[in-house]
């Protein structure tokens, strides 16, 4: 030790000063924005994103007075909802039947996460071209089927648009899922399954008791993240239909990137941003909350 | 171990050198819109030339698709970091005078290159000072199917009365082209708008803009007649709300229109890809006994105030406005020259240009308030709502006006 002196003599302090570049980046980028973003909410702001005075909770109560925020908040925990469901569910079963031991199992596994390793953009960009109802693969896969003579043009209306866009996003985040859940799987010691078939368990009862309380803390951990990625999901609802027709496919993050970037309204987009937050949040707490105490009982 | 020592050091020295020549160049950027009709060679070559020309100027053009050149733009400009050049819609000057962010640029410009504009274009002099200089301007016009009907349309009522006789839905022939998603601005409504005698608001004796028309008896009456064409007539290709204008037009190019109103770089993009159909442009249509008035669209380049190479950023635009630079990107883009020196050239004197510029006289442009973006959504969505069935013509554009007034605080 060329060093000397009580500071580097303890290695918890050696492992906080190892730690404080990570704290410096956390602060920096990560807690001065949101900071920032508080201030902004109560502030009227300039259209360089300045404070300029104190303006309460202006920006708050006119969100709150336009019928269409509610909808898209009602449209956000829908489309939220929805699709981190599919997600867990589709994904689940992915996980299960790459768990069983088959011939080229390997080369599925490998293809699985071929949605995830692309970027979504670029996967939102080919699904646009798809579904265009003059060029696109899908209507021209179900005519030339003979499964629809006149499939429908999914991206002019309000309810096609919003599931269009919602598969998506389940399509993007399936691989995900069904790679957590399949490590959960493998995590899950045979001795346990050996023990319930000997009990006489069968193959729904052994899911039952003993896949699913296993496997819970993990689906807890996916899930969340799943809920807070596809909350905040940008890229497919605005490359696919830029929040349209009209604002029906808008959800809160397509909003306040509307209000922040192409009206300049930071204000407004500030307190969509802090109730954005509140939200996630909120679920996050309750999350944790399940997932610890779970952990204690067992 | 001598020649080793002797290759690192030789190693060294041009690494250094290098570095030392990087510093020393001065960097101008430049927010550069990808036009359809330019390719991206175009920008390639150019920004090569430059730095051939020179050297001492490292030029960095950033392409951008039009239709998130505004976003992009903002999102540099509220990061602090806005480039030293930017091609915007002269529409967007007001917000970024309102920024305080541009510089006026006739201040860094060569008098040759101020004289070889012409006047007529300056769009963005406001207030007698010229803060953008004219990249493109240029009228719209009616493409249609000369194959398949004998003359272009005069009127919305002749077009109407020529669509129903060449719709084929069947064989998936549309006959008129409307585009329902959000792509920049409302090009489509201004189209019809305009050719009723209508604007967006109303023109205060002082030159300002006072309350929102769009609900006026032009206004109501161009969205009757634009929702007659998508639902009584079923004249448009069926699910409007799903396509953007670029959609339109590459429906258009496929043969799947015979309507379709665009600007000059249609014309550019029909040559390009060698359409088997004949096709040609007309003026844009109007109502009867209403003037002819089409939309007139420029575009500009700015300098920004917080650029730091404003004299190295003069001398690209001293090079991008030279005649052999300008007249290729004028021919791509299909808009008529900016630039004196190449009114006279022979490229544009054909038909396509010639009416671009014989309906300059009546054209209108976009409305030049800073609040434009968020009104411009506003009618959208009210005219989606109408294609949708959700509210009449009526209705919709009554709720536009009132919610646009509300945020101009009228």
Known sequence: ?298 | MKRKILVVSIILMLVLGLSISALAQKKVSVLWMEYDGLTPDYALNLEKAFEEAYPEIDLNIISTPWDEGHDRLITFIAGGQPPDLAVIGTRWLLELLDMDVVEPIENWLSEDLINNIDPALMEGKIGGVLYGLPVAAGTRLLYYRSDLVDKAPETYEEMLEMALKINNPDQKFYAVGMSGQKYVELTEHAYYLFGNSGYYFEMLPDGTYGKCTVNDEAGIGTMTFMNDLVNKHKVTQPGVTAYRRDELQDLFIAGNLGFFMSGGFTATLLQQRGVTFKWDVAPIPHFEGKPQSSLIVTDSIVLFKDSKVKEEASKFLDFFYSDAWRLEFDKMIGFPPVTKSLADDPYFQNPVYQVMIEQIPGSKGWPLIPEWPECNDIIWDNIVATFLGQKTPEQAMNDAAQEIDNIRGM
């Not at chain 1, 629809?148 to 309810?159: D, Q």
């Not at chain 1, 599931?163 to 985040?173: N, R, S």
């Not at chain 1, 008791?209 to 496997?215: I, N, Q």
């Not at chain 1, 999901?233 to 922040?260: H, R």
């Open chain 1, 1 to 298: 030790m060329a060093r000397s002196g009580k500071f580097w003599k303890t290695e918890s302090t050696f492992a906080y000063l190892l730690l404080l570049p990570a704290l410096i980046f956390l602060i920096v980028f990560m807690f001065y924005p949101i900071v920032y973003v508080f201030f902004m909410s109560f502030f009227k702001v300039n259209k360089l994103a300045e404070l300029v005075s104190f303006s309460g909770l202006d920006n708050y109560r006119y969100m709150f007075s336009k019928p269409e925020f509610w909808q898209i908040i009602v449209r956000s925990c829908m489309w939220t909802a929805l699709a981190v469901a599919a997600k867990t569910v589709i994904g689940l079963i992915i996980a299960l039947l790459l768990n069983v031991d088959f011939r080229g199992r390997k080369i599925v596994r490998t293809l699985t996460i071929i949605p995830w390793a692309s970027s979504v953009p670029i996967s939102a960009m080919i699904w646009q071209w798809t579904y265009n109802n003059d060029f696109g693969l899908l209507n021209y896969t179900l005519q030339s089927l003979g499964i629809m003579s006149n499939p429908p043009i999914w991206l002019a209306y309000p309810r096609s648009a919003f599931f269009a866009c919602l598969w998506v996003d389940i399509w993007c985040g399936i691989p995900f899922m069904a790679l957590v859940f399949l490590a959960g799987l493998q995590a899950i010691p045979q001795e346990l399954y050996e023990a319930a078939e000997v009990d006489g368990a069968g193959s729904l009862a052994k899911f039952r008791s003993v896949t699913l309380p296993l496997l819970s803390g993990v689906l807890t951990i996916a899930t969340l993240l799943s809920i807070l990625w596809t909350f905040n999901d940008f890229n497919v609802i605005y490359i696919l239909t830029t929040g349209g027709p009209g604002t029906s496919t808008d959800i809160l993050i397509t909003y306040i990137y509307k209000y922040a970037f192409q009206y300049l309204r930071f204000g407004p987009a500030a307190a969509m941003a802090v109730i954005t937050f509140i939200i996630l949040l909120t679920v996050s707490i309750i999350y944790a909350r399940n997932y610890f105490r779970r952990g204690e009982i067992l």
